[in-house]
């Protein structure tokens, strides 16, 4: 039986925390990152949880949001997009942060999960395996790729691909080596918030 506590690697690896927050949020209708659900702005959720785990946070936001993120004192580095790929989606905000800080993995998070729980994370950080360039959990038949690992080695690839116009993390997904968590059944903590009237009554 394999007695390795979840949450800790079974290989010994470094990985920075990434929250992209540079979204905007036109079906909310305001900024969401800030919007708050039980008196707590969203982002904050994704700040907590990913505190527990890494060392190292990078908040990547656009030109517009930067300032307000930066009034709050975040204990994370927050940065905003490359210019070139601004606006660009997920998949630029994630390169952004890979370009500026250099780490062998990255865990990723979007700002609008607030029902995200520990045993997620800790199952990706324990299924890290450098035999792989992302490690992302397979809910009831959905990819996550939003809340997942990336190694290094795909910041490359997906500097090609936002070259080329490319935005989609599931076409990224399709040429790499990729560890999928298939034994995800419970969507809860993937309930992202789009919509005012996704938030609990
Ligand atoms: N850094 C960065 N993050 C982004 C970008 N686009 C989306 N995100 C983030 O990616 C996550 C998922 O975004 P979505 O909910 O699909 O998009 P959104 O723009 O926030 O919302 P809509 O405008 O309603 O589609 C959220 O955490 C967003 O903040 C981007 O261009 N750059």
Redesign the pocket.
Known sequence: MDMQAKGVPKVTVSYTGI??????????GSP??FAKLEGKPLYSYSISILNKYCSSIVL???SSLEQSFKQENLAVQVIQ?IKK??????L???F??MTKVTDEWYMVL???VPFMQEWVIEELIYQLDDSYEAIVPVVNGKKQP?VALYHQSLRNRIEENLQQGKRSLDQLLTNAKVKYLTNIEDENPFI?I?HREDFPE
């Open positions: 929250i992209i927050a540079g979204g905007q949020s036109r079906r909310f969401k990152a990547v936001t656009n997009d790929y601004q606006g660009q989606g997920p630029a905000g994630i952004s942060a979007p700002i609008d939003l992202n789009n």
